[in-house]
């Protein structure tokens, strides 16, 4: 590259990461490219807040329910109920009936799990919804990540290697079944805190006892919008904050199948858990996870990667 | 909170961040807000590529040499030269005419330091222009931070303290004097990379040997937009983006004054340095650096802190 040749800037010869990192940034940033429904989605607003965004196939639906859905000058208001309770009512009546009519695909993979709905992270919550229906109402979604790793002495004096703890994905779960996931991640459900999420799942999918899992320490968040597609159509627009907390595990710890959400784990070298990013083998918003940790651990170095700053931006948008 | 009371999402009582927090929000989303000159201001184009943008007043003392500005639809297009040599010579011929005729305050900080312009961080760089001259046509800035912490034992078994290295900026420079900064930081010349950058500017700034600073290990960047006043009109659109890097010292390593650009040096308890923090005591950007330092190793809570998507986000924004 030529800046490179000029010694500046410019990235050297790379480490093989930048098609993994393309693919990312292209999923992750698939709301903000040309021919994306973006421009044509709906805000959904609760009295002068947006606390969503609808696609047109979804928006379409909703119409069939003026009781609730109001079309407002671009936008769509929610007007079924006066308080966070009545609302959650009004939407799980119009959520049910367009499931028993089986209009919408995604309601086949109901969850009998709420999340909350809020304008923004600090803002109360302005009502419930069935987990499975937040991508089709664009509602904020958050989530508790945990990544695992053990710091194994090397052989030369004082060197270090880093392992990471990964699941792999039981071959029954609805999204993603049999990809890589990091050691414990799940959404956080109505009424739960996020270290309170991220604990219990960690007790749940690998066995942690709270007491390990509370060490873990909070480093930051992911953040980012893409579009689910329906078919040929775009179905759903996923707006997600991913809380990512790290914990140095003890070295005699094995974590052990527990709900049956992962079957399998895998404790590898850092290169390795690269390479399997590389090839494509994560959840995507978990790759996404661990290259912010590879990141943040010094395994990607700006001087030899041309997308080094795309990549950190992409994984931090503004929602 | 509402939320937090419900034992939700919601955020706690706080550690007395908010406030700071939402300092340093509006201070790096300045270019977002309602009234700012964001859509006002043209963007600079080189053979159909955005390399800059340019605010009105600006633009209004460029338009004078039609030879190398070219007003087009929407924009201003650098038509002085076909190659980064011609254009190099060409630009700085008008700056130079600029400063001669005293026509933008912001050229009176000259440095003699040229810095490449770039339509991304990835790409060739077109021309080489004098940093005082970067935001001004608020072209791509790059810079290299280090954070330098130590560990102390503490009394208790086990455990320990982190420390950190700050300078003080001397009251002699053009900007932010006397204010706090990292131990060593510098905007990436024209012909270096951006570890070279961080070695160098430790050893001129804080007589760091160079075999020291090399184990400083790369942990992300920072990236931002924010419009700089010039009295009472938007002056010019910094655009910056800062390679972070973090250094564990050894306990027995004292900077010393080099250059003159720091006039002392603390090694603080992170809970003074977040003091320091939240009463404004730092040169914004650094004050961000260390914001994402104490984020990264824990220090920010996510349950107790409602502004830390966005907080994380605006660090982060997409160039």
């Not at 044509?40 to 379409?60: D, S, T, Y």
């Not at 060197?159 to 699941?167: G, V």
């Not at 991220?198 to 007491?211: D, G, I, L, Q, Y």
Request: aromatic content about 8%; glycine content about 10%.
């Amino acid at each position: 590259m030529a800046a490179a040749a000029a010694g500046g800037l410019g990235p050297g010869s790379g480490l093989g990461w930048t098609a993994a990192i393309r693919r990312l940034l292209r999923q992750f940033s698939s709301s903000q490219r040309p021919g994306s429904s973006g421009f044509q989605c709906l805000p959904l607003v609760i009295e002068g807040q947006q606390v969503g965004l609808v696609v047109p196939a979804v928006a379409r639906e909703l119409r069939a329910f003026p009781d609730v859905f109001v079309e407002v000058a671009g936008g769509l208001e929610l007007r079924g109920g006066h308080c966070p309770e009545e609302r959650t009512e009004a939407v799980a009546g119009v959520l049910a009936q367009l499931r028993a009519q089986g209009r919408l695909a995604r309601l086949g993979r109901w969850r009998d799990e709420v999340y909350e709905v809020r304008p923004s992270f600090g803002a109360p919550a302005l009502l419930n919804v069935e987990r499975a229906a937040a991508p089709l109402l664009g509602v904020l979604q958050f989530g508790a990540h945990l990544n695992a790793f053990v710091r194994r002495q090397g052989d030369a004096a004082g060197s270090q290697e880093m392992l990471m703890w990964l699941a792999r994905r039981s071959p029954h779960k609805a999204t993603y079944p049999g990809l890589l996931d990091n050691l414990a991640a799940g959404g956080i459900s109505a009424g739960l805190g996020i270290k309170e999420t991220m604990v219990k799942e960690s007790w749940e999918e690998a066995r942690m006892p709270p007491e390990l899992a509370s060490r873990a320490q909070p480093v930051g968040c992911l953040s980012y919008t893409y579009e689910e597609m329906d078919g040929e159509e775009f179905g759903a627009v996923v707006r997600e904050c991913l809380f990512i907390f790290d914990l140095e595990m003890p070295e005699d710890f094995t974590p052990q199948v527990g709900d049956g959400e992962a079957q399998e784990f895998y404790l590898w070298p850092l290169d390795e858990v690269r390479e399997a990013v590389n090839s494509g083998r994560f959840k995507p918003n978990c790759a996404l996870v661990v290259v912010d940790f590879l990141l943040r651990h010094g395994l990607l170095h700006p001087d030899e990667e041309p997308l080094y700053p795309e990549l950190v931006a992409v994984m931090h948008q503004t929602l």
